[in-house]
Every structure is written in structure tokens, then in C-alpha cells.
């Protein structure tokens, strides 16, 4: 079982940037390839990055494309989501999430999942 923990949410003004942390519990971490996602107010949780577990691999969904990019520290069982640019449209709860085998941007083949946190863009 792996256990996910998000953080560096916050409050940023429009244009600002955040740096989001998910930090495993489990030494095979390496293994997972580690997608984001976010939940916006009334809407569904959507896709918004993914990296593959040996870091070689990433996608991005076009709302963020050129504008956040994932990385990953195996040697700290963490990946990072650095966000630049931030809109207002991007507020949201954000989750990290693993996955074995190929790189996916479909929350159905994610098997663990962290609590979230908030990420709120100020206009």
C-alpha cells in the first residue's frame, strides 16, 4: 500500500506561483508513475500532469501546457508539481495519485491516492 501526502497548497495572487510536494510512504515509490489532479468547485476531477516512474516520461493537459511541470526526487519518495503562471481558473484541490505500467491520464487506473490540498487563485 502506498501512501500519498500532498502539500504546498495555499492562497496566491494571479500570476504567482506554487510548488506542490507529494511525498510517499513506500520504498517502491520509484516504481509508480505519479499523476495530478484537481477538483475545481461543482465540477469533476480532471487530469492535469504525469510523470513517469523513472522520471524519462511526462504529459500535461493543455489547460496547464507550458505553464506547470512535474518532476520527481525517487531518492526522497517525492514528486513536485511547480506551477507558474497561476490563473484563477486553476483554483482547486489538487491530488497526487500512483499508477503502475503505462503512462495515464485516466483517474480509473490510479490505484492510491493522496487527501489533497487547496490551491486558491486570487484575480
Known amino acids: 500500500q502506498v501512501q500519498l501526502v500532498e502539500s504546498g497548497g495555499g492562497l496566491v495572487q494571479a500570476g504567482g506561483s506554487l510548488r506542490l510536494s507529494c511525498a510517499a510512504s513506500?520504498?517502491?515509490?520509484?516504481?509508480?508513475?505519479i499523476g495530478w489532479f484537481r477538483r475545481a468547485p461543482g465540477k469533476e476531477r480532471e487530469f492535469v500532469a504525469v510523470?513517469?516512474?523513472?522520471?524519462?516520461?511526462?504529459a500535461y493537459a493543455e489547460s496547464v501546457k507550458g505553464r506547470f511541470t512535474a518532476s520527481r526526487d525517487n531518492a526522497k519518495n517525492t514528486v513536485y508539481l511547480q506551477m507558474n503562471s497561476l490563473k484563477p481558473e486553476d483554483t482547486a484541490v489538487y491530488y497526487c495519485?500512483?499508477?503502475?505500467?503505462?503512462?495515464?491520464?485516466?483517474?480509473?487506473?490510479?490505484?492510491?491516492w493522496g487527501q489533497g490540498t487547496q490551491v486558491t487563485v486570487s484575480s
Open positions: 510523470i513517469s516512474w523513472i522520471g524519462g516520461t511526462s
Open positions: 513506500e520504498r517502491t515509490f520509484s516504481r509508480y508513475n
Open positions: 495519485a500512483a499508477s503502475m505500467g503505462p503512462v495515464r491520464d485516466s483517474e480509473r487506473r490510479y490505484d492510491y
